[in-house]
């Protein structure tokens, strides 16, 4: 096991607290709220006294993200970020907060993220979104109907097309997430789905139908980490952070190389050298999954199988916990779990629930019985734009 966060020199960074606000269905709580709740709770589950919390990174809510959040719940930070990039938000900051507090310019970082897009939808505070606006690049893709989910859709096919990829092995994947789901009572949806559930569906995207495509809910989390020091201190037994990587590929369609690779295949590969570990190592995988296609994959740029061979690999069970292969979102991830817009933060909890011995649903063993020992987030926003992994690791 690596003893180093990130091999370089400096501090140790753990995650010291971590916590979920209400989750699902929440239709009395604002957005500032669901962040308040979820900040006290990873405080609270740290131990630490929220006077040692010197950082903050925040994105998604208000005109000065940090600032606003910030002031609402009380705290002063003297190192902030607002890094942006789509559901790769969170590892990207993690990253920039494990920097951070190894280079001693922050002590205590605490990453917040909330968000009632399910509920402000029902009560007509605002429309589905199809597309990120007109403006820049993307006015060379809108005018012709090209949403976001039609761009993931796109990529899905060319990767059918290139390796043979089968409808029913990309519906493993939802099947797969909701069986993880099934044991975890905070999982908004957890009623078994079949592979013929997931195809007969209405169609969203060719070829993607709605059960391929991530739920839409209200919820928020919150990471807590902190310099090696103060884990003396904490309530839990720390979670390391070892290893980060984060790479950008494109924005609009035309300047991506290669549709069935993602930027995750260079995050991933930076972030294993770092922390001195191989994709083999690896005991469960939190991966983002707005689509099915995401998780596939992801799978093949991460290392855990080789390119085109994503489809056979999520196939059998392989990624359910107790399958025999490897456990992929094991709370049910976007697809069943939860899915309130920037998810890459939920990915971080899972994975040091799971480190610890605390999640709420099913916990995943090593084959001798003993708690994992390595586990793995990895983030990715926009279509495929960007990525930001994390290896992470106890002892």
């Given at each position: ?51 040692l919390i010197d950082g903050l990174g925040s994105a998604g809510l208000g005109t000065l993200a940090p600032v606003e959040v910030a002031e609402y719940l009380g705290l002063r930070p003297r190192w902030v970020d ?79 097309h290139e390796y043979g990829t089968t409808l029913e092995q990309l519906a493993e994947v939802a099947v797969q997430a909701r069986a993880n789901a099934a044991p975890n009572p905070e999982a908004m949806f957890r ?68 549709f069935t690779v993602s930027p995750a295949s260079v995050s991933g590969r930076i972030a294993f050298e770092r922390a001195g570990v191989r994709p083999q190592d690896i005991d469960l995988a939190e991966i983002y ?107």
């Amino acid at each position: 096991m690596p003893t180093t966060s990130r091999n370089r020199s400096g501090r140790r960074v753990a995650v010291v607290g971590i916590s979920l606000s209400d989750c699902g269905r929440v239709d009395a709580a604002t957005p500032y709220a669901l962040h308040a709740q979820a900040a006290r709770r990873a405080l609270a589950d740290s131990g630490l006294d929220r006077s040692l919390i010197d950082g903050l990174g925040s994105a998604g809510l208000g005109t000065l993200a940090p600032v606003e959040v910030a002031e609402y719940l009380g705290l002063r930070p003297r190192w902030v970020d607002s890094t942006a990039v789509g559901g790769a938000t969170w590892e990207v900051m993690a990253a920039h907060a494990a920097d951070a507090i190894a280079a001693g310019h922050a002590n205590a970082v605490l990453l917040v993220y909330g968000s009632t897009a399910r509920a402000d939808i029902k009560a007509g505070r605002r429309t589905a979104n199809l597309s990120f606006g007109a403006r820049g690049p993307l006015q060379f893709e809108v005018p012709y109907g090209h949403t976001l989910v039609a761009k993931y859709a796109m990529a899905a096919r060319r990767h059918m097309h290139e390796y043979g990829t089968t409808l029913e092995q990309l519906a493993e994947v939802a099947v797969q997430a909701r069986a993880n789901a099934a044991p975890n009572p905070e999982a908004m949806f957890r009623d078994p789905i079949t592979v013929d559930d997931v195809l007969s569906g209405p169609m969203i995207a060719d070829p993607f139908t709605k059960l391929h495509c991530c739920i839409r809910s209200d919820g928020g989390c919150a990471v807590l980490l902190a310099a090696e020091e103060y884990v003396p201190d904490t309530t839990k037994a720390p979670v390391w952070v070892l290893g980060t990587g984060e790479h950008v590929s494109h924005t609009t369609m035309s300047e991506w190389e290669d549709f069935t690779v993602s930027p995750a295949s260079v995050s991933g590969r930076i972030a294993f050298e770092r922390a001195g570990v191989r994709p083999q190592d690896i005991d469960l995988a939190e991966i983002y999954d707005a689509f099915t296609y995401m998780t596939l994959v992801t799978l093949e740029d991460l290392g855990f199988c080789a390119k085109g061979e994503g489809g056979a690999f999520v196939e059998k069970g392989r990624l359910t916990v107790g399958g025999g292969g490897l456990p992929v979102n094991t709370d049910g991830g976007g697809l069943s779990a939860c899915h309130p817009g920037m998810r890459g933060l939920f990915l971080l909890v899972e994975a040091v629930r799971q480190l610890r011995g605390e999640a709420t649903g099913a916990q995943v063993r090593r084959a001798d019985g003993s708690l994992p020992e390595l586990a793995v987030a990895s983030g990715t926003g926009g279509w495929f734009c960007s990525s930001g992994t994390v290896v992470l690791g106890r002892g």
